[in-house]
């Protein structure tokens, strides 16, 4: 079992930053790859960013490449997302998610299926 828990979420004006953080509570955190989704309201969840275990490959979506930056500290067991520039099309509920299936995994997955743990979700709401 992996608990996650996002922290970091709030209400901010456009061009302004928010940083994200997600806490893992299995120790194996530091062999999975991870990943940031997030849904808003009437549409389906997306991806934003994922980074592999050791904190070297990364991918974002286009929409927010750029702006946000993924990376983990594996010595905190916590994985982070700075978002700098924030649009009122990122406001959203953000995920975070575990990819525990898959140890050491080099490239991160960048679809919601290939994550079977999910954090609670933490509200980015960024006004215009």
């Known amino acids: 079992q992996v608990q996650l828990v996002e922290s970091g979420g709030g209400l901010v004006q456009a061009g302004g930053s928010l940083r994200l953080s997600c806490a893992a509570s299995r120790r194996t955190f530091s062999r999975n790859a991870m990943g940031w989704f997030r849904q808003a309201p009437g549409k389906e969840r997306e991806f934003v960013a994922a980074i592999n275990w050791s904190g070297i490959k990364a991918y974002h979506a286009d929409s927010v490449k750029g702006r946000f930056t993924i990376s983990r500290d594996n010595t905190k067991n916590t994985l982070y997302l700075q978002m700098n520039g924030l649009k009122a099309e990122d406001t959203a509920v953000y995920y975070c998610?575990?990819?525990?299936?898959?140890?050491?995994?080099?490239?991160?997955?960048?679809?919601?299926?290939?994550?079977?743990?999910w954090g609670q979700g933490t509200q980015v709401t960024v006004s215009s």
């Open positions: 998610a575990a990819d525990s299936a898959h140890d050491l995994r080099w490239d991160p997955a960048v679809v919601l299926e290939a994550y079977d743990y």
